[in-house]
């Protein structure tokens, strides 16, 4: 392949949130944030590998883009640590609320005009759990695409890739590029930045912009925390008597 | 407003998958008058008589190119489908074949869309969705006004219930819009085996990201050979490559249905509870109250697994002699 390959990579930041209570703020659309910790999207970071990956295979440039405020260039400067080239944050502000389509719409008003081959995102974002941004995206720019890859590799003018369906089977398709192919988790080992890379990135520029107009056809009503139905029989105690009572339950099911 | 719901109908190798009669039910329930199932096939002639009772119509669109599943020519079938139609709403699985499709269709129609769904109802105008969010942690719901919506609804949520409405089956040609597809399906793999089948184990250990560490894997896989189970993993655990894709416990991995399954560290997403569920007896060990997972245990430890399996492990001891 030539040498100028481009590859943009659509990164999130989320809250951390599965060891943390979750709790509905007062607006009760959204969740109390101030004791989270956030980090890359789980899904986000392998994409961001796979495009690290090619760059090294195929000396490409890898840019980075997120929708988000001013704290999401965290994320940004965790991609330009590991090696992405260029980053750039649309800001969120004034976005208003919108759905996974209309951040799709958002990012693909940022791609107009822009040429790449091949445009990663993480599969899933492992706050909202929509999975729509990357095909929806690839849609609004014209652009073909596949969701849940877990293998991909370009070539002059074709992508081909293995989707991961249910019950351990993989699908192989080809895509014609320039395509827009969301990563699921679990296909590459996403590297750690170093040291010099950290420091190299904190002196990178970030690009701003300004989002697009994101009228969306959905609309949040509330978010709420769920009943738990047929909940389970809390063994209480200390952790020694907790783990005779499951001792005993072993016992009872033959497994001891 | 129209008063029919399109449902797509999901099938792989031949057979219906099980969620589109799920989402059958679910339409029929909205009170549709007319719920009209898409199947999309090389020949509708097999499928066909299976979906019949289940809807008022099924609307067979059959052509080589939808032999294997690939979005691009559903996508402009179903394009050109709703736009004759008008139908209210189109469900669609919220699978690997959905969520390829769903969104980028909601697109093309310039529908809104809601994934995941977990509840659905008819609302004055468009639908109500509920939908989880933060791995189950909370539910959201949605409004959508569009006319059509597109729900994609989750896997094994809604009971598929039997039915005989004896629905018509009709022909339609989806004509030349199908042609000059930018993707090609290319073949269908199996992820490799290796040789441990945790589907045929009685007893079954699943850790979770809880185990935090390889270093402590060994605890695990202690634990599990002191009562003759079979180790098993969610997800992370498995990218993390500290245990085999094949076992891997849940919807993109296997579905196990043993007499004792005890889950350590694992928060209970979803699509670990589908492959899960079935056990007899469910023993879960997680420091979070709130997990998701105890919601379908029968038994609930809320304390670090780091504590409770080596205490665990000397009361086995103590048992055995
Ligand atoms: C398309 C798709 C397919 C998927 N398929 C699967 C699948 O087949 N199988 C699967 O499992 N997942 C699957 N997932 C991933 C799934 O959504 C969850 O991310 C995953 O199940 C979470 O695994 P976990 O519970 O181990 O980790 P987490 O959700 O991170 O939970 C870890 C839990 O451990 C608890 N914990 C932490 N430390 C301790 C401790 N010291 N002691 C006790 N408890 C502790 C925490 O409270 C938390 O509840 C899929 C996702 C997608 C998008």
Redesign the interface.
Same mark, same amino acid.
């Given at each position: 392949m030539e040498a100028s390959v481009e590859i943009a990579v659509c990164l999130k930041r989320v809250p951390d949130t599965a060891e943390a209570d979750v709790k509905v703020d007062a607006s009760g659309k959204d969740i109390v944030r101030d004791k989270l910790a956030f980090t890359i999207n789980e899904a986000d970071n392998y994409a961001l590998e796979e495009a690290l990956l090619a760059k090294e295979k195929h000396n490409a440039n890898v840019t980075l883009v997120s929708v988000g405020a001013k704290e999401s260039e965290e994320v940004l400067r965790m991609g330009l640590a590991k090696g992405a080239t260029a980053a750039a944050r649309i800001d969120s502000a004034g976005l208003g609320e919108t759905d996974g389509i209309g951040i799709a719409r958002v990012l693909a008003g940022w791609f107009q005009g822009k040429t790449f081959d091949l445009i990663v995102t993480g599969a899933i974002a492992s706050d909202d759990g929509n999975s729509q941004v990357g095909p929806a995206l690839a849609e609004l720019l014209g652009l073909p695409h596949a969701a849940y890859v877990t293998k991909l590799d370009i070539q002059a003018g074709t992508a081909t890739v293995k989707r991961e369906l249910e019950g351990g089977f993989l699908e192989v398709k080809e895509l014609a590029t320039p395509c827009v192919v969301t990563i699921q988790t679990g296909g590459n080992a996403p590297r750690y930045a170093s040291i010099m890379g950290i420091k190299r990135a904190g002196a990178k520029p970030i690009e701003q912009a300004a989002p697009a107009k994101a009228e969306s056809k959905t609309q949040l009503i509330k978010v709420y925390v769920p009943e738990i139905v047929g909940a389970a029989q809390m063994v209480e105690g200390t952790v020694d008597e907790k783990a005779l009572k499951i001792a005993q339950l072993l016992k009872e099911k033959g497994a001891v | 407003m129209s008063n029919s719901i399109m449902v797509l109908v999901e099938h792989?190798q031949g057979a219906i998958r099980d969620v589109s009669f799920e989402m059958l039910t679910a339409a029929r329930k909205l009170g549709a008058g007319n719920v009209e199932a898409v199947l999309m096939a090389e020949s509708c002639d097999l499928l066909a008589p299976a979906i019949a009772p289940h809807a008022n119509k099924v609307v067979c669109v059959s052509g080589p190119i939808f032999r294997d599943?690939?979005?691009?020519p559903y996508q402009k079938a179903l394009v050109k489908l709703a736009a004759e139609r008008k139908p209210a709403a189109i469900l669609i699985a919220?699978?690997?074949?959905g969520?390829? #499709? &769903? @969104?980028?269709l909601?697109?093309?129609l310039?529908? $809104?869309?809601?994934?995941?769904a977990v509840a659905c109802t008819k609302a004055d105008s468009g639908f109500?969705v509920s939908? $989880?969010?933060?791995? &189950?942690?909370?539910?959201?719901?949605?409004?959508?006004?569009?006319e059509p919506?597109v729900i994609m609804v989750r896997?094994s949520n809604f009971k598929a219930e039997p039915a005989s409405l004896g629905g018509t089956v009709e022909k339609w040609d989806a004509g030349d819009v199908v042609s000059g597809?930018?993707? =090609?399906?290319?073949?269908?793999?199996?992820?490799p085996t290796t040789g441990i089948d945790i589907t045929k184990a009685t007893?079954v250990v699943g850790i979770g990201?809880g185990i935090k560490e390889a270093k402590n894997m060994p605890l695990a896989q202690e634990f599990a050979q002191d !009562? $003759?189970?079979v180790l098993a993993a969610s997800?992370?655990v498995?990218?993390a490559?500290w245990l085999p894709?094949?076992v891997q416990i849940g919807?993109? $991995? =296997?579905?196990i249905k043993p007499? #004792?399954y005890i889950a350590l560290g694992i928060?209970g997403a979803f699509q670990h509870i589908a492959g899960m569920k079935g056990a007899d007896? !469910?023993?879960?060990?997680n420091?979070?109250p709130?997990a @998701?997972i105890?919601?379908?245990?029968?038994? &609930? !430890?809320?304390?670090d697994l780091h504590?409770?399996v080596p205490? #665990?492990r000397?009361? !086995?001891k103590e048992? =055995?002699t």
């Open positions: - | 792989r599943f690939n979005y691009e919220n699978s690997a074949f969520t390829d #499709l &769903g @969104p980028s909601a697109v093309a310039n529908a $809104g869309l809601v994934s995941d109500s939908r $989880g969010m933060y791995a &189950g942690k909370l539910v959201a719901d949605w409004a959508v006004r569009s919506s896997q597809a930018k993707t =090609k399906f290319l073949s269908l793999e199996e992820v007893i990201r !009562i $003759g189970a997800r992370p498995v990218d490559g894709k094949e919807s993109s $991995g =296997k579905t007499k #004792l928060s007896t !469910i023993i879960a060990v420091k979070d709130k @998701p105890f919601s379908v245990a029968h038994y &609930g !430890i809320v304390d504590k409770v205490a #665990l000397t009361k !086995i048992m =055995k």
